[in-house]
């Protein structure tokens, strides 16, 4: 069983900047190498919307149109680690930030949250105007 935990969110002003974190459980490092990691977020009374996603081996990304340019994802294999580094935000970008992962899942397909077998429990990002 893969267990992500999230941290990193916060409260902060439009146009300041957040890194979230993505970290798998030791035991479960084995089963998110080479894996396609993810972020999404879901606001109150919305739906969960892609925000980011990164390969395994190859390391290629996609962002959703809203982040693009502002949004930066990476990982650390060695740590167990996903970051997503969110910079120029703004108020829309307040949400509950979760982590997923997937093996087996093309980059191309990585948008979809129902695609996705593992999730975190959230982390809270808020920016206030």
């Known amino acids: 069983q893969v267990q992500l935990v999230e941290s990193g969110g916060g409260l902060v002003q439009a146009g300041g900047s957040l890194r979230l974190s993505c970290e798998a459980s030791?035991?479960?490092?084995?089963?998110?190498?080479?894996?396609?990691m993810a972020w999404f977020r879901q606001a109150p009374g919305k739906e969960r919307d892609f925000v980011a996603a990164?390969?395994?081996?190859?390391?290629?990304?996609k962002y959703a149109d809203p982040v693009k340019g502002r949004f930066t994802i990476s990982r650390v294999d060695a740590s167990n680690t996903v970051y997503l580094q969110m910079n120029s935000l703004k108020p829309e970008d307040t949400a509950v930030y979760y982590c997923a992962a997937r093996r087996g899942l093309s980059i191309f397909s990585a948008d979809a949250p129902n695609l996705f077998d593992f999730w975190g429990q959230g982390t809270q990002v808020t920016v206030s105007s």
């Open positions: 030791e035991r479960t490092f084995s089963g998110v190498k080479g894996a396609v």
């Open positions: 990164i390969a395994g081996f190859s390391g290629s990304t």
